[in-house]
DNA sequence: CGTCGCACAGTATAGATACA
DNA sequence: TGTATCTATACTGTGCGACG
């Protein structure tokens, strides 16, 4: 009996007891740095290492741990998490002592820390800081500066309390469309049980439908557009003021398999576009907010309106089974047996599409060509649009763009 | 050069466990 | 019994060398 004490009287794990300092703590690390395994844990433990310990945990809390905490909090929205991320910079103020204390933790045990919101000129006008910064690296490659951009508050301003209060517009700014390259093309699915206004020639967001007045997303708060983009990400039950729209045919087409009932499929153009476009993966990054299961990756959502002038095309998922049906080269490309035999537009769909994939030869230029002046796309933008069927069917690279293109023309 | 297989690191999620 | 915490595990992305 006594011979195995270990395996007789377990040992309970034990487990740190968190508290509203050390999830707000926690909260500040997530919300003002770049995620740092080893620093966020060391930072953590150095600052409440007696309570830390108290708890049994002796050489500290684990980065697994810490990280599972943070992970809950962001689940269940807990307070603490809605407190430091949902007005970050409108009440980056208050968590002045906090960063501070992060700032001298950070300098004592000498580790490197990366600001999410810090340009260079601040180091080189900030007078008052006499200590170097020498352990705020700045980010220098993938420089998402807010601080100049759309007016937006710079963090470590607002943390030496050295920005003015004439800061127009803080709270809307991280919602403006995102810098980054939007695509030109767009693919958007439908059916007659999407909600809102569905045509050929117009799309309207369900929430703007039935004649009700429309806003723009300038006119509400950030909570309510945080609100309406989980709702619409969640269930599109709901009406909702945005559309959506993926930057890939193939899921679209996905879709419409699966959904048959009138299924319509459009391409968008979206330089004709007269509302705001979002990217949803950057609406999630933004705004800190989680869907399970979802990133939002590849999905753009549209404020709105789709106008007529935007709609380059739209055809109906019959018309592309009909077509792949009479034309077996069409059929081969677009191997809608696969697509619709996976539930899901994932990796193993594509490796499925891949398997079968036609090459960059004149050949598959061709079929695709042929489908493209079967669903009237203006030849204009045949290049672009063929190059994005060409990526998202997953063709071969075998062969070269020059007879690709020679076949998509032909096929016209 | 492009593709494949592998290892590795980081991340998401289910659910086990201890505790109130 | 329900909740808080955290582990175990599955999943995803990425880099790297081998290979044709």
């Given at each position: 009996?006594?011979?195995?004490?270990?395996?007789?009287?377990?040992?309970?794990?034990?487990?740190?007891?968190?508290?509203?300092?050390?999830?707000?703590?926690?909260?500040?690390?997530?919300?003002?740095?770049?995620?740092?395994?080893?620093?966020?844990?060391?930072?953590?433990?150095?600052?409440?290492?007696?309570?830390?310990?108290?708890?049994?945990?002796?050489?500290?809390?684990?980065?697994?741990?810490?990280?599972?905490?943070?992970?809950?909090?962001?689940?269940?929205?807990?307070?603490?998490?809605?407190?430091?991320?949902?007005?970050?910079?409108?009440?980056?103020?208050?968590?002045?002592?906090?960063?501070?204390?992060?700032?001298?933790?950070?300098?004592?045990?000498?580790?490197?820390?990366?600001?999410?919101?810090?340009?260079?000129?601040?180091?080189?006008?900030?007078?008052?800081?006499?200590?170097?910064?020498?352990?705020?690296?700045?980010?220098?490659?993938?420089?998402?500066?807010?601080?100049?951009?759309?007016?937006?508050?710079?963090?470590?301003?607002?943390?030496?309390?050295?920005?003015?209060?004439?800061?127009?517009?803080?709270?809307?700014?991280?919602?403006?469309?995102?810098n980054d390259e939007?695509?030109?093309?767009?693919?958007?699915?439908?059916?007659?049980?999407?909600?809102?206004?569905?045509?050929?020639?117009?799309?309207?967001?369900?929430?703007?439908?039935?004649?009700?007045?429309?806003?723009?997303?300038?006119?509400?708060?950030?909570?309510?557009?945080?609100?309406?983009?989980?709702?619409?990400?969640?269930?599109?039950?709901?009406?909702?003021?945005?559309?959506?729209?993926?930057?890939?045919?193939?899921?679209?087409?996905h879709r419409a398999?699966?959904?048959?009932?009138?299924?319509?499929?459009?391409?968008?153009?979206?330089?004709?576009?007269?509302?705001?476009?979002?990217?949803?993966?950057?609406?999630?990054?933004?705004?800190?907010?989680?869907?399970?299961?979802?990133?939002?990756?590849?999905?753009?959502?549209?404020?709105?309106?789709?106008?007529?002038?935007?709609?380059?095309?739209?055809?109906?998922?019959?018309?592309?089974?009909?077509?792949?049906?009479e034309h077996t080269?069409?059929?081969?490309?677009?191997?809608?047996?696969?697509?619709?035999?996976?539930?899901?537009?994932?990796?193993?769909?594509?490796?499925?599409?891949?398997?079968?994939?036609?090459?960059?030869?004149?050949?598959?230029?061709?079929?695709?060509?042929?489908?493209?002046?079967?669903?009237?796309?203006?030849?204009?933008?045949?290049?672009?649009?063929?190059?994005?069927?060409?990526?998202?069917?997953?063709?071969?690279?075998?062969?070269?763009?020059?007879?690709?293109?020679?076949?998509?023309?032909?096929?016209?």
């Amino acid at each position: 009996m006594e011979s195995f004490p270990g395996l007789n009287y377990r040992i309970p794990v034990p487990k740190n007891r968190w508290n509203r300092e050390q999830r707000l703590f926690l909260c500040c690390l997530h919300e003002f740095f770049k995620r740092d395994q080893v620093v966020f844990k060391d930072i953590f433990n150095h600052v409440f290492r007696s309570e830390v310990r108290e708890c049994g945990l002796i050489d500290g809390i684990s980065w697994n741990a810490m990280d599972a905490q943070w992970r809950e909090m962001v689940r269940y929205s807990y307070t603490e998490w809605r407190e430091v991320h949902q007005d970050s910079f409108d009440g980056i103020r208050r968590w002045r002592p906090i960063l501070s204390q992060i700032k001298h933790t950070v300098r004592h045990l000498g580790l490197q820390i990366i600001p999410k919101y810090s340009p260079e000129e601040v180091h080189a006008t900030d007078e008052e800081e006499q200590e170097p910064d020498s352990e705020i690296v700045s980010p220098t490659q993938n420089n998402t500066s807010l601080c100049n951009g759309g007016g937006k508050v710079c963090f470590w301003c607002a943390q030496e309390q050295t920005t003015s209060e004439e800061n127009p517009e803080p709270t809307n700014s991280s919602r403006t469309k995102s810098n980054d390259e939007v695509p030109r093309f767009l693919y958007r699915w439908s059916n007659i049980d999407s909600q809102g206004v569905n045509s050929k020639r117009l799309f309207l967001a369900g929430l703007f439908a039935d004649g009700r007045e429309q806003f723009s997303p300038e006119d509400i708060s950030q909570e309510q557009f945080s609100e309406y983009f989980l709702r619409h990400a969640h269930i599109e039950k709901t009406p909702s003021p945005f559309i959506s729209t993926f930057i890939s045919m193939l899921s679209p087409v996905h879709r419409a398999l699966w959904n048959k009932e009138g299924a319509i499929i459009s391409i968008i153009d979206t330089k004709k576009l007269d509302t705001a476009l979002y990217s949803a993966k950057d609406n999630f990054r933004k705004h800190n907010l989680r869907i399970r299961g979802y990133d939002g990756r590849g999905e753009y959502l549209v404020w709105g309106r789709i106008p007529s002038a935007a709609i380059i095309c739209a055809v109906k998922i019959s018309t592309i089974q009909q077509l792949a049906d009479e034309h077996t080269e069409i059929g081969k490309l677009l191997q809608l047996e696969k697509i619709a035999s996976h539930k899901f537009n994932r990796r193993k769909l594509h490796e499925d599409l891949a398997r079968g994939a036609g090459n960059l030869d004149r050949a598959s230029g061709f079929a695709i060509g042929k489908l493209l002046f079967s669903i009237d796309l203006p030849f204009e933008f045949s290049t672009d649009v063929s190059e994005g069927l060409f990526h998202s069917w997953r063709l071969k690279r075998t062969g070269s763009w020059e007879s690709f293109h020679e076949g998509v023309d032909a096929g016209y």
